[in-house]
């Protein structure tokens, strides 16, 4: 959705850290691009400690349970109205 926003991007984050999910965004550059900066941060967080094969890890203030099958797949159409180019 056009309306997600980083805070609601860290709630579904956390639960799929601990929980050892997968989620898959379609488009996800038609979300604005201040937030996407902030989501990749996310993102870079969660992938960091799964490198690090981390059991317990630091996001966004809250300390959580780290399942390391969990994953984020992304998909983005770059060249229509209304998407960010990144």
Known sequence: ????????????????????A??????????DLEVLSVIAQQILTITRAKAAKLELFDFEGTRLPLRRTCNVFITMNPGYAGRSEL
């Open 1 to 20: 959705s056009d309306g997600l926003d980083y805070l609601a991007m860290a709630k579904f984050f956390k639960g799929l850290a601990a929980s050892g």
């Open 22 to 31: 997968w989620a898959c965004f379609d488009e996800f550059n038609r979300i």
